[in-house]
């Protein structure tokens, strides 16, 4: 866990902690999308911003601890905030996340997932599992109707 948020978890408790994470929807040439399974539920590779990190160093270094993808050529794709931020754990922990998702279309690599996967896949549009992340369905759905959200949703 972030060290980051080890230690303002001594002082809020189980209290709503503000975090920023940062997710790249990887489309591959057959216009797939990786998608990563963990435990029975779908979403993108990334994860938390760290202190002095910025969102690109974020996202490159979570794709890369996650899949074994080094990613270039990263565009922005959107800024989600509001309800679907919201998250409380099975520990009682609460946050609120803004999520800022990256478009990658140009990586290297193999995939190769790590221990916070079950699996990943590229996954064609018309197969895309019901399962999806509750948190990360909005952006996953905005690309597979071919939504270009305003920056900030």
Same mark, same amino acid.
Request: aromatic share 10%; net charge negative.
């Given at each position: 866990?972030? =060290? !980051?948020?080890? @230690?303002?978890? %001594?002082?809020? *408790?189980h209290e709503t902690l503000l975090t920023v994470g940062c997710g790249a929807i990887i489309e591959d040439d057959c216009g797939r999308?990786?998608?990563?399974? %963990? /435990?029975?539920?779908?979403?993108?590779?990334?994860?938390?911003?760290?202190? $002095?990190?910025?969102?690109?160093?974020?996202?490159? /270094?979570?794709?890369?601890?996650? @899949?074994?993808?080094?990613?270039? &050529?990263?565009?922005?794709?959107?800024? !989600?905030?509001?309800?679907? $931020?919201?998250?409380? !754990?099975?520990? *009682?922990?609460?946050?609120?996340?803004?999520?800022?998702?990256?478009?990658?279309?140009k990586y290297e690599g193999t995939v190769q997932g790590n221990e916070e996967s079950t699996r990943?896949?590229?996954?064609? %549009?018309? =197969?895309?599992?019901?399962?999806?992340?509750?948190?990360?369905?909005?952006?996953?759905? =905005?690309?597979?109707? *071919?939504? &270009?959200?305003?920056?900030? %949703?």
């Amino acid at each position: 866990m972030n =060290d !980051y948020i080890v @230690t303002m978890r %001594k002082y809020i *408790g189980h209290e709503t902690l503000l975090t920023v994470g940062c997710g790249a929807i990887i489309e591959d040439d057959c216009g797939r999308i990786l998608l990563q399974q %963990k /435990r029975d539920i779908w979403g993108l590779p990334g994860g938390l911003l760290e202190i $002095g990190e910025t969102f690109e160093e974020t996202v490159r /270094r979570e794709v890369l601890e996650e @899949t074994n993808l080094k990613i270039s &050529q990263i565009k922005l794709f959107g800024i !989600y905030s509001g309800k679907n $931020g919201f998250a409380q !754990y099975a520990n *009682g922990d609460k946050v609120f996340s803004v999520q800022i998702i990256f478009h990658v279309t140009k990586y290297e690599g193999t995939v190769q997932g790590n221990e916070e996967s079950t699996r990943l896949q590229f996954i064609h %549009k018309k =197969d895309i599992p019901s399962s999806l992340n509750p948190h990360q369905a909005p952006f996953i759905l =905005d690309w597979l109707h *071919g939504i &270009q959200p305003p920056i900030i %949703k």
